[in-house]
C-alpha cells in the first residue's frame, strides 16, 4: 500500500480538494479488497444486515448499488477498513491530527447505471469540517466510459454546509452553486488499485456507465477526530443519536472509530 504521502502530494490535495493516487494497492492487495468487498456486499443484500439504496426501483438504486457501513457486519471489511495506514495516508492530506472512520461504502456502478449526481458530502454528515476526507478506491480500471469521478476543482474552499441533497438530476447542484456552472470539471480516470482522495466539501459527481462491466469502488469517509455534532442523524445509531446535544464531541468508538493518531 503506497501510504506515504509527499509534501507535493499534500500541497495538491489541499490546493484542488481531491488527488488521484496511482496504485495506490499493489495486485495482491487489489485482490484481496475486491474478494472481501464482493463478499461484504453479497452479504448485506442478501441477510439486509444494514444500509443499502437497494429497497426500491427508482433512479437512485440504478446509479450504483450503494451498502453503507459494510465494517459493522463483514468482518474481513473491519480488517480492511481499521488499517491504521489509511488513517495515516487521510490524516496527513487532510493536516490532522487523528481520523475517525464516519462510514465506509461500496459503490457498484452497474452496467448502463445512472450517472452519480454533482454533490458534496460533508452537509449531509453529522459533523461539519472543512479537513473532512474520503477515501476511494477503485476496484476496477474507471475511464471515462464506465463512469469515473469528475470534480471542481477548489470548490472545498467555497462550499457551505446547509443541506443540500443529492438531486436526480445531474446538475441540480447548480441551482445551489450557480456561480460554479461556467467552471471545467476535471476527470479523474484510474487504474484499478489506485486510490482518489477528496475532501468532504469539494464537488464531485461521476458519469454514467456505458459499459457492459461494473465499475466497483471501495469508498471510506473519515471524521477528523475532536468533530462535533451539528444535530443531523445522518448514520447515527439511534441510540447515540439521543444521547447527543450539538456541540457534543463525536468520539464514540463502535459509531466513530478511530483508526490512526499522529504519535
Ligand atoms: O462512486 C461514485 O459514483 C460517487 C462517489 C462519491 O460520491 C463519493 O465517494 O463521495
Ligand atoms: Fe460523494
Known amino acids: 500500500m503506497k501510504y506515504q ?8 490535495y489541499q490546493k484542488n480538494g481531491y488527488i488521484v493516487i496511482e496504485d495506490f494497492l499493489n495486485a495482491k492487495e ?9 463478499d461484504a456486499v453479497k452479504q448485506r ?22 451498502a453503507v457501513r459494510l465494517a459493522d457486519t463483514h468482518v474481513g471489511m473491519a480488517r480492511l477498513m481499521f488499517d491504521e495506514r489509511l488513517g495515516y495516508a487521510a490524516g496527513t492530506l487532510a493536516g490532522v491530527n487523528g481520523i475517525r ?39 476496477d480500471r474507471a475511464t471515462l466510459a464506465n463512469g469515473c469521478l469528475w470534480y471542481l476543482p ?3 474552499r467555497e462550499g457551505r454546509y446547509e443541506l443540500s441533497g443529492i438531486g436526480h ?16 470539471a476535471i476527470p479523474a480516470p484510474c487504474p484499478a488499485g ?3 482522495f477528496h475532501n468532504g466539501m469539494t464537488a464531485h459527481g461521476a458519469g454514467a456507465n456505458m459499459t457492459p462491466l461494473p465499475r466497483r469502488a471501495m469508498t471510506c469517509a473519515y471524521m477528523p ?33 478511530l483508526i490512526w493518531k499522529q504519535s
Open 225 to 257: 477526530d475532536g468533530s462535533t455534532f451539528n444535530g443531523i442523524k445522518n448514520v447515527l445509531r439511534d441510540d447515540y443519536f439521543a444521547s447527543l446535544k450539538a456541540g457534543d464531541i463525536l468520539d464514540d468508538p463502535r459509531q466513530v472509530p
Open 5 to 12: 504521502i509527499t509534501r507535493e502530494q499534500t500541497a495538491e
Open 154 to 156: 477548489g470548490t472545498h
Open 45 to 66: 443484500l442478501t441477510e439486509r444486515n444494514g444500509l443499502t439504496n437497494q429497497d426500491s426501483p427508482g433512479y437512485y438504486s440504478q446509479v450504483f448499488i450503494q
Open 194 to 196: 489506485s486510490a482518489v
Open 101 to 139: 472512520i464516519w462510514h465506509d461504502q461500496a459503490l457498484f456502478k452497474q452496467p448502463y447505471g445512472n450517472p452519480t449526481a454533482w454533490h458534496l458530502d460533508d452537509p449531509n454528515w453529522s459533523f461539519h469540517s472543512p479537513d473532512a476526507i474520503s477515501i476511494w478506491v477503485a476496484l
Open 169 to 184: 438530476n445531474i446538475g441540480d447542484m447548480f441551482h445551489e452553486y450557480p456561480e460554479w456552472k461556467t467552471r471545467k
Open 30 to 38: 487489489l485482490e484481496h479488497w475486491r474478494t472481501v468487498t464482493e
